[in-house]
T-cell receptor, first 113, second 115 residues
Framework: GDSVTQTEGQVALSEEDFLTIHCNYSASGYPALFWYVQYPGEGPQFLFRASRDKEKGSSRGFEATYDKGTTSFHLRKASVQESDSAVYYC????????????FGSGTQLTVMP | GALVYQYPRRTICKSGTSMRMECQAVGFQATSVAWYRQSPQKTFELIALSTVNSAIKYEQNFTQEKFPISHPNLSFSSMTVLNAYLEDRGLYLCGARGWGTGQLYFGEGSKLTVL
């Protein structure tokens, strides 16, 4: 079945550092890809999506580019702030006829002042 | 903007009792609703998918008898956890989407603690 892999369980950075969180997917079809962010005590918030190869999604300074060749959708931000500390989830829209989102295991980002 | 509200935010119940949770979409028509459970380890389990005027589809390991869901209109859904036990603990999330969109908008979740 379709799946999403996030290799970093935790990332610790200082303010103004560059962020990369890796996301790779496995799908038989052509899935839509998503990034969500979850703050403590809250539900996941939709950040952005991309639906086709080479499409870039972005929001709040975060961006990711859909790469069908490497089956990746890595999250990047040029300069992180302490307020970006949260758990980030990569997700894909299932391609088997169901519309559910399949989530990765999440990456805890901690940004120190 | 699209907002989803969930109620209650948290419930503590005795083992063997039941908990009902509600999900309200504001600012858009929730044609489809996905109910997830997020474990204390933060992993997501899909419980069921509900589309208005269609049958509710439950995932393996989740049944209508245990997690009955109602989705009567384009702004509201509810789910009940019947006979809750320790393994039912977690954050129950309602994700709603509107016409022609792929992303789900989530509420803040209903946290269930079972004693």
């Amino acid at each position: 079945g379709d799946s999403v892999t996030q290799t970093e369980g935790q990332v610790a950075l200082s303010e103004e550092d560059f962020l990369t969180i890796h996301c790779n997917y496995s799908a038989s079809g052509y899935p839509a890809l998503f990034w969500y962010v979850q703050y403590p005590g809250e539900g996941p918030q939709f950040l952005f999506r991309a639906s086709r190869d080479k499409e870039k999604g972005s929001s709040r300074g975060f961006e990711a580019t859909y790469d069908k060749g490497t089956t990746s959708f890595h999250l990047r931000k040029a300069s992180v702030q302490e307020s970006d500390s949260a758990v980030y989830y990569c997700a894909l829209g299932e391609t088997s006829g169901s519309w559910q989102l399949i989530f990765g295991s999440g990456t805890q980002l901690t940004v120190m002042p | 903007g699209a907002l989803v509200y969930q109620y209650p935010r948290r419930t503590i119940c005795k083992s063997g009792t039941s908990m009902r949770m509600e999900c309200q979409a504001v600012g858009f028509q929730a044609t489809s609703v996905a109910w997830y459970r997020q474990s204390p380890q933060k992993t997501f389990e899909l419980i069921a998918l509900s589309t208005v005027n269609s049958a509710i589809k439950y995932e393996q390991n989740f049944t209508q008898e245990k997690f009955p869901i109602s989705h009567p209109n384009l702004s509201f859904s509810s789910m009940t956890v019947l006979n809750a036990y320790l393994e039912d603990r977690g954050l129950y999330l309602c994700g709603a989407r509107g016409w022609g969109t792929g992303q789900l908008y989530f509420g803040e979740g209903s946290k269930l603690t079972v004693l």
